[in-house]
């Protein structure tokens, strides 16, 4: 019986958590990714938001260049010139923005033990930089995927990706391509198929991470790439395979520094006041473009099949 009684006066678990400090996480979100393809592009910086890109009027042949001309004292040499598109398409930088608004009471009086509204700013910031990622696929004006050259696509043969498709879109981009972007499920479908035939696709390890390859070439991963139900319970998408860099006239990205409120390159935070609610906002801008500089720098691979159909929540 005394025991029974020590028992029922012991503090009970539920109870002595209420006076415990509980260790408390950052929040966490689902929808941040590595955002590779951010990574991968090389950045251009650009003044008043313009880059204008030059190009020279295209002729058949390679014009009047000769080879081990006549040095005869009459001989005339070949005159010849290389001509300039009179009207260069110019890229304007667009902004990804939104605005947070703040209750100040919260952010008074809530602000332990992580302060409310940088935490609100750091996800958002996160939201952004997503969002610019698809934005550098998908944008009607500058968008990679959108801006690829008609002749610069071919259509996957039915199934899965093969090597056989790689190795036609490589054909595409031969000049030195610098990697395939594709959705996580493109890529496992391809690794499927390639270790089927006996030839599984190697590693390499770039920013700390491992990636499998093709023919040396990394397949880089993007979720931004969309899945289409192709209609029979299968997910249709698109691989693409990029040359970079202004060197190899490939893909830039485009951005401006030194913008007001700079909190990275070409991504600003402003404090836009408190209003008579005590709403205090903030404006968050992100500037960027891309710019494809010769029309060979992108392949498109279409209508690739990735098995089951499935929408991500």
């Given at each position: 019986?005394?025991?029974?009684?020590?028992?029922?006066?012991?503090?009970?678990?539920?109870?002595?958590?209420?006076?415990?400090?509980?260790?408390?996480?950052?929040?966490?979100?689902?929808?941040?990714?590595?955002?590779?393809?951010?990574?991968?592009?090389?950045w251009v910086p650009v003044e008043a938001g313009i880059y204008r890109l030059n190009r020279v009027k295209e002729r058949e042949g390679l014009g009047d260049v000769e080879c081990s001309p006549s040095w005869e004292r009459d001989a005339d040499l070949p005159e010849t010139f290389v001509d300039y598109d009179p009207a260069p398409r110019e890229y304007f930088l667009n902004a990804v923005t939104t605005v947070l608004d703040v209750?100040?009471?919260?952010?008074?009086?809530?602000?332990?033990?992580?302060?409310?509204?940088?935490?609100?700013?750091?996800?958002?910031?996160?939201?952004v930089k997503e969002r610019q990622e698809s934005e550098l696929i998908y944008n009607a004006d500058y968008g990679i995927l959108t801006n690829t050259a008609p002749w610069m696509r071919i259509s996957a043969r039915r199934g899965p990706p093969t090597p056989d498709d790689f190795?036609?879109?490589?054909?595409?981009?031969?000049?030195?391509?610098?990697f395939f972007l594709a959705h996580p499920r493109a890529i496992a479908a391809f690794g499927r198929e390639c270790t089927q035939r006996g030839v599984p696709p190697p590693t390499i390890n770039l920013f700390g991470t491992p990636f499998l390859t093709w023919r040396g070439i990394p397949l880089v991963p993007s979720d931004k790439l969309k899945i289409a139900d192709s209609g029979n319970g299968t997910?249709?998408?698109?691989?693409?395979?990029m040359r970079t860099g202004e060197k190899?006239?490939?893909?830039?990205?485009?951005?401006?520094?030194?913008?007001?409120?700079?909190?990275?390159?070409?991504?600003?935070?402003?404090?836009?006041?408190?209003?008579?609610?005590?709403i205090a906002s903030y404006l968050i801008s992100l500037y960027c473009s891309s710019a494809i500089l010769t029309?060979?720098?992108?392949?498109?691979?279409?209508?690739?099949?990735?098995?089951?159909?499935y929408e991500y929540p």
């Open positions: 019986m005394p025991d029974e009684v020590e028992a029922r006066m012991t503090l009970g678990e539920p109870a002595a958590r209420q006076l415990a400090n509980a260790t408390k996480t950052r929040a966490q979100m689902l929808a941040i990714t590595p955002r590779w393809l951010i990574s991968f592009l090389p209750q100040t009471r919260v952010s008074d009086l809530y602000n332990q033990p992580y302060d409310q509204i940088q935490e609100q700013l750091r996800l958002l910031i996160e939201k190795d036609e879109l490589i054909s595409k981009v031969w000049k030195e391509p610098a997910g249709k998408t698109t691989i693409l395979l190899k006239q490939g893909v830039v990205g485009l951005f401006q520094p030194g913008v007001p409120g700079e909190v990275t390159p070409s991504l600003s935070v402003r404090f836009m006041g408190i209003n008579r609610k005590a029309e060979d720098a992108v392949g498109v691979l279409e209508n690739v099949e990735i098995g089951h159909y």
